[in-house]
């Protein structure tokens, strides 16, 4: 028998009194970036800084929400109420609840409360979400909607004990903060804030000096130029190590039974809930100087809850399951994850014969197509980086058509892609939800097709694994496998 709920509140429950104060708040950082563009690139009357006056029906709509919102936790389920002329009334049945995130900021600490977003399996947005609650109700809250679980009886694994299943270390923040792709999105970030913000306009002032310059030598030019590119290098990884650390310092994952609960942030604090049944697919990924550091990420997806309205970051915070980790704990990880998955021990089987031949040729074409936009666009010198551009297209299509492979692990299915960027994923057969064969023309000139799976958990922008350049025979039969095994396995929310 699942262990027994705490009692339930039979009274209805208010938020804490301090909501008013952080909905007011949060309404004016709303009008706060808008109403100081206002006030410095405006003329005349300013007439548009009186919109700030609608704060006032909106404080005023939020009073009566807090009076009026109640939460009641019952054996089976969570009530919520809201409104007095026009009463809503939402049941949401505790077994379908499946992640209770947090989100914590610094002046919320200091009040001792938090926010609480609670998904179902099903909706892509919240099903509730209480602000304010103070830390004793989240816990009481969060302690009744996941009792039972788990088996009082049930063994508890390695990863159950003290020891937290991931931990991020100093060392893993500042590879995290150093690492190229990270630390190239933030310039574009910073570069389209400085653009935005009208700050080139400044750099124009510059050429009033450069005649200060003229009377250097060549040598000393292009020291001041290196001085420069590295100090801007320097203060962009630091600037990505700073961002690192107040993102995901503190970043713990710890199992408790089938469920695992993640933490992360310096200034402000998420919590998020993974559990581990309704996990749809894992991917590992290796970048090259993950190889280096002999370090791997793991992601996970899982079903519903996956909106990412309002900035969701407790929905991003459960996705990268383990942002960064030594190579030598991913067995163990793997093993929390899906009981008996490892990727080394799977038996890869490659693609198509002539699948390097085609990836070769695409990857030709698309290096020339670049090398003739930049000659049209910037003259003709550019031609020549096709010597450079082709051989480097060659060299990569091929390692990625030697390293992309496609297992059948018992009940499940795994891929593996990438060259700079290595990447592992797999899905469970009981996960599945889509599993199609798609041919484009060439593939069917060379006799080809593409097996495309999705599952519960897969988000826009393309299936959840895509094994291209497979014979047609052999994706048609895989095909006809997993769509058995899916229905042999026999998908399920709980």
């Excluded at 402000?268 to 590992?284: C, F």
Aim: hydrophobic share 50%.
């Amino acid at each position: 028998m699942p262990a027994e709920r705490p009692s339930p509140a039979r009274d209805g429950r208010r938020l804490h009194p301090s909501s008013l104060l952080f909905s007011l708040l949060r309404h004016v950082k709303a009008y706060a970036v808008p109403a100081l563009l206002v006030l410095l690139f405006s003329k005349g009357d300013r007439v548009e800084l009186w919109l700030g006056l609608i704060l006032i029906p909106v404080m005023v709509f939020e009073i009566y929400r807090y009076f009026s919102l109640r939460y009641r936790l019952l054996p089976e389920e969570l009530v919520v109420t809201d409104g007095v002329f026009f009463k809503n009334e939402r049941h949401v049945p505790l077994s379908r609840i499946q992640n209770v995130d947090l989100v914590q900021n610094p002046l919320q600490r200091l009040f001792g409360v938090a926010d609480v977003r609670i998904e179902t399996a099903g909706g892509s947005e919240p099903e509730a979400v209480l602000r304010v609650l103070s830390e004793k109700l989240v816990a009481e809250l969060r302690e009744h909607i996941f009792a039972g679980r788990r088996e009082p009886n049930a063994p508890l694994r390695e990863s159950d004990a003290d020891q937290p299943l991931v931990l991020l270390t100093s060392r893993d923040i500042l590879l995290l903060g150093l690492d190229p792709g990270r630390g190239l999105a933030l310039f574009f970030v910073v570069l389209g804030a400085a653009y935005e913000f009208g700050l080139f306009q400044g750099l124009r002032r510059l050429e009033e000096y450069s005649g200060l310059l003229d009377g250097l030598p060549g040598w000393a030019l292009w020291l001041l130029g290196a001085a420069a590119a590295l100090f801007g290098a320097a203060l962009l990884l630091a600037l990505s190590v700073s961002w690192t650390w107040l993102r995901l310092g503190g970043f713990r994952v710890e199992r408790n039974g089938d469920d695992f609960r993640l933490q992360s942030g310096v200034l402000t604090r998420l919590a998020a809930t993974v559990p581990g049944h309704r996990i749809q697919s894992i991917t590992v990924a290796e970048s090259l100087m993950q190889r280096w550091f002999a370090r791997v990420s793991v992601k996970v997806e899982t079903a519903g809850g996956g909106g990412e309205s309002e900035g969701d970051l407790a929905a991003t915070l459960r996705r990268r399951f383990a942002p960064l980790l030594p190579t030598g704990r991913l067995p163990a990880i793997l093993d929390a994850l899906e009981p008996g998955l490892d990727f080394a021990g799977l038996e890869w089987n490659p693609l198509a014969p002539r699948a390097g031949r085609r990836m070769t040729r695409k990857a030709v074409l698309l290096a020339l197509l670049l090398v003739l936009l930049l000659g049209v666009s910037l003259g003709p010198w550019w031609l020549a980086s096709a010597f450079l551009l082709v051989p480097l297209a060659v060299i990569h299509a091929r390692r990625e058509a030697r390293f992309s492979a496609w297992a059948r692990p018992a009940g499940g299915l795994a891929y593996r892609s990438g060259v700079l960027t290595r990447r592992w994923r797999y899905v469970a057969d009981a996960r599945l939800q889509v599993v199609a064969r798609r041919e484009s023309p060439f593939d069917r000139r060379y006799q080809m097709a593409s097996l495309c799976v999705d599952t519960a958990g897969s988000r826009a922008g393309g299936p959840r694994i895509a094994v291209p350049y497979l014979e047609r025979s052999m994706a048609e039969a895989l095909r006809a496998e997993l769509a058995q095994g899916a229905e042999a396995a026999g998908f399920s929310w709980s």
